[in-house]
Each structure stands twice: as C-alpha cells, then as structure tokens.
C-alpha cells in the first residue's frame, strides 16, 4: 500500500495569486484532493470544467455560485458540483475549502 499515504508536509503550496493558495493533499486518475485557501474578498472566477466537484468549508465564510444560484456557506456546509456547470466563489471572511474533483484534475498537475 506504498504510495496511498501522504503527509502534509509532503505537500506544496501553490500562490495562484489574487489571495488564493492551492494545496494538492492526494490524487489518483480517478479522485482529487485540494485544499484552497482564501483571503477575504478573494475569488474563484466563474468557470466550467467537466469534472464533478465537491467542495466542503474547512474555515472562512463563502458566496458560492452555480449558475443563477448563490448561497452563503460556511465551516462545515458542503456542495456538489456536476460537471459542466458555471460556478464561482467570493470568500466573505478569510478561510479554506477542501475540494474533491473526479476525475482528478490532470490540468493541476501538468
């Protein structure tokens, strides 16, 4: 079972910019793991991809959009995402998700 483990340590973060970090915890073809941190009034622009996503508010508080439909999330409050949606989030008060893609998201990696 070699290689189904990893430590956070083991991690990088990413600086996307604009307030925002980027932590690829684990993955395999099939599922992601990211954690994504925000600083308050940073955002992740509406987008689409045809992966399914989930994302749960570790901390913070959140303005999370799919399509014409927005809600406040906070720690603990979850969603999910089926591919080829438009969605979008505004971070209200500074904090983390934790997002699950499946497929993993090959694109974060390359």
């Not at 079972?1 to 083991?10: C, E, L, T, V, W």
């Not at 925002?20 to 395999?28: G, P, Q, V």
């Not at 689409?48 to 406040?72: C, I, M, N, W």
């Not at 089926?82 to 497929?103: M, Y």
């Amino acid at each position: 079972m070699k290689g189904i483990f990893k430590s956070h340590a083991d991690t990088n973060l990413i600086d996307l910019g604009g307030g925002t970090t980027r932590r690829i915890l684990s993955w395999n073809d099939q599922l992601m793991l990211v954690e994504v941190g925000f600083e308050a009034g940073a955002a992740g622009a509406p987008h689409t991809h045809p992966h399914v996503q989930s994302s749960y508010v570790l901390s913070g508080k959140f303005r999370y959009a799919v399509e014409d439909e927005s809600v406040e999330m906070n720690p603990g409050d979850s969603i999910v995402v089926p591919g080829g949606l438009v969605h979008s989030c505004e971070c209200l008060e500074a904090g983390k998700l934790l997002d699950i893609f499946t497929p993993a998201r090959e694109d974060f990696v390359k």
